[in-house]
Structure formats: C-alpha cells, structure tokens
C-alpha cells in the first residue's frame, strides 16, 4: 500500500523498489516455509492471498510504468487493498481455527489497522500533492 501511495504521487526511487521488492522477496520465502507445515486448508486461504497480491503488484507496477491496466487506475487498486483486508480477516480466522486457537474480540483486527489512509473529499488531486 505503502508502494502504491509513492507511485501516485510520483515518487518512485530505487531505494522504494528496492524494499517493495524485498517485501515481495520476503513473501515468497514465508509462502515456501508455511507449504512444508501448513494444513490444506489453510493453503487453501495462502493460495488465495498469494494470488491477490500478485495480482495487486502487477497493477501497480503497471501503473508504474505508465501502462495502468483497465482496472488499474489508483483508487481501484487502493479500493482491492482495502477489500483484501477482509480477505486477511478470513485466512487468520482459518488458520487461528487450524491451530484451535480462540478469538476474542480484542484479538479480531480492525480495518483501521490496514492504515489506508483516506481519500480526501475533493479527490485524488489533493492526495498527490499532500
């Protein structure tokens, strides 16, 4: 999200390639470990997320390059992170019910803590120069 923020606003250095890269790099080593020890349907929701996430990268680095996708524009990939939120939200339940840990609701994330910063009321325009 942090990425997506910098390519909106036209930001884009080496150095925050370089750690959006990293993070991806990172993903694919916990997403390795987690095949070898994980239950099936808990790969299931990995599966899923990992898909999602491909697919959010992609867009972005799309619109990166200055060749958006047709649902690449900034607010629809800021929209799908948002709804990948709640896709977080079951892959955790799935996997606190695999391992037979209990929720509480102190536990249960909230979607403020995507941090997703809102759209100002005026429009993108704004959010680019802020």
């Known amino acids: 999200m942090k990425f997506l923020w910098t390519v909106h606003k036209g930001a884009v250095t080496p150095e925050a390639r370089e750690l959006v890269e990293e993070a991806r790099s990172n993903h694919h080593s916990v997403f390795a470990e987690a095949q070898l020890i994980a239950s099936a349907t808990v790969l299931a929701e990995l599966d899923q997320m990992t898909t999602t996430l491909s697919q959010l990268y992609q ?3 799309r619109l990166e390059e200055g060749d958006p996708a047709p649902d690449g524009s900034f607010n629809d990939i800021r929209t799908d992170f948002v709804r990948l939120w709640d896709q977080w939200e079951r892959m955790r339940s799935v996997m606190r ?4 840990v209990e ?3 102190s536990d249960e994330p909230t979607t403020s803590s995507l941090h997703v910063p809102p759209l100002p009321a005026d429009g993108p325009e704004t959010a680019q120069a802020a």
């Open 97 to 100: 019910t695999d391992l037979a």
């Open 103 to 105: 929720s509480s609701a």
């Open 59 to 61: 867009r972005i680095m």
